[in-house]
């Protein structure tokens, strides 16, 4: 796997060059500048001017409804901004998707649905082409290469999340995790100078929970790929974040861990007292209200859960 | 008769004229009794999402009456056998969780084709001409014997008796397959036994009222009364409620008129559901707008940050 | 056998009709909207006849109607796909649109029989032989011209069904993400029932509106349970479609008294059966999977 890893830095390397050619600067992956975003006539978060740095790995952590996942369609140009500028990798949003590897909240497949794991990931490669792959035409360069050496990708990238155990099979008859690890492919296949995962942790018991963010985190340091990461909970994220930011509110708070997970950041966030206590393997637990409010709309219980597995 | 039944806005005369005639009053009596079952029975059908497997038993019919023509057995017993075997091909070939939909879809359409490559055979075989193609699709309400409505109401009686007795394991397989299996009610036999129920209503109505027009009272009202509402009780009664006011309506214009009854039925139920769909949907958009915006909840207690 | 005009011209139409329908069946399969191609073959028929009632060349009606319904189809329904939605409790189960497409066709059926009447009353007969034809098919009734025009509309829609094949395998099964890739979903979701409203509308001439469920459901069906990539499996279909076609065609040349709509399907449905047995061996010779 190791082999795999640097093979890939090598290639990302070799066209983060030419992506820097073209696009003439090492700016930030993504930049928001007083940004504001309303869905449905209701503003979701204003004045939000966070940037995030080519090559981070940045948390993207805040209660339900607090509008992550509208923080990522916005990234990729799927939700327009009523306010304020963002640009994704020196470009309007959604001009540079080609380039960003995207894993959308939580999909799972019919459990008779008979396509296989590498046929899902190889639409990640050219699902987006017209037309058939006709192996005697001439391979073009980059993404998207036909024949062997199309192949020869999605087994590479198939490996390298683990799964090439079960990538031949039904994706239906595979597991969730195991979906995860395929999906994730998918979003690694055309080599992404960008992730982002939408609640990529959310249907996995801890250790593929921990599993998961580990081989994140891996391709994250190795092939000097930015994540974006949405999560619940940022404990098994903690070894390999950069940063956080931090939705709350409809505001925004953005730094490292030690500065945005703290007690005076999030209560001035939420405009209530939370507390954030500091386990002594490093865990970090936020208290907040004592009762959540009855419309709650969580899907499953997390706290439960993690009551559970947590001594 | 009257040598040129015409309408006139005198709904009372109207109603007056058409009541005046048995074959008029065995054809409402047939008409409410069909809305009734085809309501019920359809509300579950609905519920449960078996539109297509219902479309396909009540095609059945086509193999079934032109299956015993061919035989030279009465046609009810060709509607009978052929709708329940189809029950149990579906029930048996494209049932359970473990199939997707995209296979449960493509089994029931082959079995719908499988079907009618065979009625079309027995057709060919008996040397019958086609003709018959409206009165099989729209059924002849207008030859309604008293005897046909009693065999009628007796069958109907009966499916809802079952359908009464299954009704709230049905509903609970229906809606949460898995913890009702866990809580020990057999999902699979009951959603055979619920196809064969179907499966058996509709062979009973077509007869009467063809095999188009008893699928368009099974998916209609109920599809119409689960797009008001998602409450029960209310949209049960909603449902028998439309259609008996479709068939009333549908039966009662078509006296007066030269078109056949069917059309009519088909064409107030289609329009009831247009009108609710629209309100509903106007309905909904507006309330979205004035509700307040959802309050963001506040941090969740335990060890999420 | 060859030497027969109406066999050459049958064979001719039925070959393109059935590639047309194997391929896009495979798709309507996957997308799990076999359901949607039985309304719009239900939708054949009173356009046809109003087109025939209103004296314009009943294909007119037929295409008209089929496209129409389709594009409606596909613009009310959702994106389709091969994927669950979110922890869907019912996710094996009919998308929700369902009691809808059942509630449209009957309409539209009951408008064909109001058709059905006014043709009948307006020019005294014919009308029933005209809906015979529309629901059970008259392949062995082709002109030479006809047959000409059959195979090169059924052609047109196989290779347009081919180019939009990869986004639209990526539409169906993971939206979001071809979407984010410029993949335009819900263009390609409306498109493809409109596309599929043309197959019907082809294929009525050949099978029948009725059957046309046959040709589209069950060779697809059947490459679904034996193939594993997607382009095999399309090919497949294709293949098996074409094959019932011609085996049904052969067949009821052979033995007159079996009309060649009937031949086709049992075939197909045939196949299908075949390749469900085959399938199920190849699991439990696997040994199920872990």
Redesign the interface.
Known sequence: MLLCVMHWRRAVDQRQMSATERSGAEGPAIELDRAAVRV????VWEDVSVSMARGDFVAL?G????GKSTLLKAV?G?LPLTAGRLSVLGRPPGEA??T?G???????????????GL??VR??L????????LPFLPARRGPGARGPKARARVDEVIELVGASEYA???I??CSGGEQQRL?IA??LVQRPDLLLLDEPLD?LDLPNQAAVAALVGEICRDAGVGVLLVA????PLLAYLDRVVYL???RAVEGTVQEV?TGKT?SAL?G?P?E?LKASDG????????E??A?????HD??DH??AH?S | MQADPTLTWNVGRDVGEVLEYHFMVNALLAGSIVAVMAGLVGWMMVLRRETFAGHTLSMMAFPGASGAALIGVPATWGYFVFCGAGALAIGRFSGGKSRSWSEQSATIGAVQALALALGFLFVNLYGGVLGGLDSLLFGTFLGVSDGQVLVLAAVTAGALVVLGGLARPLLFASVDADVAGARGVPVRSLSTAFLVLLGLAVAETSQITGVLLVFALLVTPAATAQAITARPGLSLWLTVAIGLVVVWAGLGVSYFSVYPAGFFITAFAFAIYVIARVIVGVLGGRSADLKAPAPESPPPRGVIA | MFSQEFMRNALLAGTFIALACGVSGWFVVLRGQVFAGDALSHVAFPGALAAAAAGVDERVGLFAATVAVGAGIGALGRTGGAGAGRGAKMAAAAPADDAAIGTVFTFILGVGVFFLTLFSTSSGGGAGIQAAHTLFGSIFGLAAGEARLAAAVALGATLLTLAIARPLLFASVSPEVAAARGVPTRLLGVGFVALLGVVAAEATQAVGALLLLGLLAAPAAAAHRLARGPFAGIALAGLFAVVAMWGGLALAYAVPSLPPSTTIVVLAVGVYILAAFMGRRTVMMRGGAS
């Not at chain 1, 449905?40 to 503003?43: I, L, N, P, S, Y």
């Not at chain 1, 419309?295 to 899907?299: A, E, I, L, P, T």
Request: glycine share 14%; charged share 20%.
């Open positions: 449905g006539g209701r503003t952590l209660a339900n409804g607090s990729l799927a998707n080609r960003i995207y894993l959308p909240q939580r999909r799972s497949f019919d459990q008779g649905t008979r396509l296989r046929d899902v639409l990640g050219d699902g987006d082409r017209w037309g058939l792959p031949g099979r039904p239906g008859e999906l998918q979003a249907s619940h909970d940022v404990n709350a509110g409809g997970i999030l939420y209530l939370v954030v865990r970090l637990v936020v208290v907040g209200q004592p959540a409010p419309h709650h709309h969580d899907r997390h706290h993690h009551h947590a």
